[in-house]
């Protein structure tokens, strides 16, 4: 599943919010563990669109880089329940996710020009006024790990209703356009009219 792209809570607002301002990161690092409460995870399922998130846990180490910068790694742990995209049945997903991002001033990261064409490149997140947000940075890498289709173990779609034979003759069924084409002079009718 991917993050829901109208979610925009105004910096430090949102759901999971852990603000952690530069200046309070030692040269040798902080570490910090957070578990979200059942409020966050009840307006957690509701923006990932979820049955139910039952667990929600990371923990980060922070270390301060040049240039008012932070790199952020660690690992974030939860559980989710979707309805199964085939029996329509409720399941549980266990995710587990290890992720290592640099936080940048806001205006160095708008600085950043990716090519339309460069799916692979990620740009650092954004701090506001020396602050980064650690638990929305969390929460989005938590969305991106929720299957898009979830699918139970052993579920097989089976057609709209229609018998494996109704599908092959379907599928064997000649299509307009092919019957169009048939129409079409080839190259080779329209060279020998010269």
Known sequence: MSEDDTHAAPFGEAEMSLLVLHDEVPPNGREIEHAADGDVLATLATRFKVEEVSDLTFEVLLMPLASDCLQASGKVQGRVRQLCGVTLEPLWTTISADFSTEFQPQELVAKYVVPEDDFDTELPEAM?????????????IFAMEIPAYPRAEGAEFAGYGQSEAEIEAEDAKQSPFAALSALKPSDDDATDET
Do not use: L
């Open 128 to 140: 506001q006024n020396g602050q980064a947000d650690i638990g929305e940075m969390v929460t989005q």
